[in-house]
């Protein structure tokens, strides 16, 4: 497809369960980016990747939170024991680099119950 | 500490009149800025920006601002359509430092009413 595309679109958990949303970047854009966001918020950063290496993970919330980006391309947030308050709009964007504007895909809600 | 901040949650506009959303940021190493329009239910969807060694850029129906000794950008949409309506972020990046992470306001939701 042309642009990003994030699966599934709506996930429910229980809360503790494991969870994975995958993220197809736009082809050929080597920066990945994933965001969350909650009601009435803007998208707070999480991680970022250029390549296959996590350039910057200062938006991680905790240790139970971890993404992975193996072969530069598709990438998998990974969240382990989810609490209700992980709830949230979880989105991916790309860029061709760092430095030009990022497109994002349409999210995946998650919902931990 | 809330970097980027978007201090007016709602607009209400009229069909064919000007819309103007306002943005402040405090960090002064931002040198890149950008809005973000978002409909329901669907991801942000990039509508223009602007670096730090510049004060305008427009593109079309849209012109960011952006007043440095301020720290304050502005986006103008001329005229307003009821299409316009949805939210708008607007977000901020230190690229020199800091790559393409981005720093998002809360958004301003804007109505065009026809």
């Known amino acids: 497809g042309a642009g990003v595309s994030q699966t599934p679109s709506n996930k429910v958990t229980e809360k503790g369960k494991y969870v994975e949303l995958r993220c197809d970047p736009i082809s050929g854009h080597t920066a990945l980016y994933w965001y969350r966001q909650s009601l009435g918020q803007g998208p707070e950063f999480l991680i970022y990747?250029?390549?296959?290496?996590?350039?910057?993970d200062s938006g991680l919330p905790n240790d139970r939170f971890f993404a992975v980006r193996p072969e530069g391309s598709v990438s998998t947030l990974k969240i382990q024991r989810t609490e209700r308050g992980d709830s949230a709009v979880y989105l991916c964007?790309?860029?061709?680099?760092?430095?030009?504007?990022?497109?994002f895909g349409q999210g995946t809600r998650l919902t931990v119950v | 500490d809330q970097q980027v901040k978007q201090n007016s949650p709602s607009l209400s506009v009229q069909e064919g009149r000007i819309s103007i959303l306002n943005c402040d940021y405090t960090n002064s190493m931002f040198d890149y800025f950008l809005w973000y329009k978002k409909y329901p239910a669907e991801g942000p969807t990039f509508l223009i920006s602007i670096s730090s060694i510049k004060d305008k850029n427009e593109d079309g129906r849209f012109t960011v601002f952006l007043n440095k000794s301020a720290k304050h950008l502005s986006l103008h949409i001329v005229p307003s359509q009821p299409g316009d309506s949805a939210v708008y972020f607007c977000?901020?990046?230190?690229?020199?430092?800091?790559?393409?992470?981005?720093?998002f306001g809360q958004g301003t939701e804007l109505s065009v009413k026809p």
């Open positions: 977000a901020a990046s230190d690229r020199g430092n800091q790559g393409g992470k981005l720093i």
């Open positions: 964007a790309s860029s061709r680099s760092p430095n030009t504007e990022a497109f």
């Open positions: 990747f250029q390549g296959t290496g996590a350039a910057d």
